[in-house]
């Protein structure tokens, strides 16, 4: 039986030295400023391109891998033996999915080595990040490819998302927007709350920051009466209210979070700062 290597996108934020322990091979999306790509994998931190979104003068735009970004990846692995799960970003929202079995196709039809199975997600950042980090422990524990796969699905059968932004804005000047038009116009100036299935869809809309922030706490309650007692957070240029989050967390859940990061360019874009976010499925999924 071949090994099994988990593959995915740099949508999930991971802090990546977590992503290299559990041995997730990445391939970079990219964002430019109608200048070449920029590689989201190869930035130390974001702040250079948050300070310049916030200046607003131009907005960026972002693109999926190519074929060619997937084969190298995907090449290097197969002739080692291994077999591969590639676990991507939500198709309704990016194409990154559509691309990857677009890669195994081509790889298939060339009938080389080792097997591949593509999963979208439906989902992103600590989402898909949740998943990759249950669908690694599968792997390490010598489930084959199958296995690893139908655990990966049913951990996202389990998964728990929110996440609250400062403004609708900058979904709508991205073309992201999704299930929440509903709440533009005036509603540009509350605060939602939304999460990631196969597109960006509404959960409720609050007035102020503060509420904001009480119902990611009271989202990590119900996680936690819900079985889905392995958390994370993370935000985008808000640290302070990230570490508030973190602090409550760890009075709910009497333990300390998966991980805590920042979210990058490629959902940045379109979301802004000031986005603070929780995830959670159930520690059972993490099996080593």
Known sequence: MAPVTIVTDTTHYLPRTLAESN??????????????????FDMPDFNVFYERLREGKEFPTTSQPSIG?????????????????????SSGISGTYATATQ??????ERGGKGQIEVIDSQTACAGLAAVL????????????????AA?????????????????????QRGGRIGKAQEWLGSSLKIKPILTITDQIRPVERVRTASRAFERMVDYLQSCKRDGADAWMVQH?????????LVERGREIFDSEPVF?????????????????????????????
């Open 133 to 148: 980090l249950s669908a690694a422990s599968a792997s390490r524990t010598g489930q084959d490819l199958a296995g690893t």
């Open 69 to 89: 970004d997937y084969l190298a990846v995907y090449e290097p692995l197969l002739d080692k033996g291994s077999d591969i799960l590639s676990i991507h970003f």
């Open 151 to 171: 655990h990966t699905r049913e951990t996202r059968a389990n998964l728990k998302l929110w996440f609250s932004i400062d403004t609708l804005e900058y979904l």
């Open 236 to 244: 985008i240029q808000a640290p302070e209210q990230a570490q508030k």
């Open 23 to 40: 041995d997730i091979h990445q391939v970079s999306l990219y964002y430019n400023w109608g200048e070449e790509p920029y590689r989201e």
């Open 103 to 108: 890669a195994k196709e081509l790889l298939d």
């Open 260 to 288: 805590v990061s920042e979210i990058g360019p490629v959902i940045g874009a379109y979301t802004g700062p000031g986005l603070i976010g929780v995830g959670a499925i159930p520690s059972r999924f993490l099996l080593d």
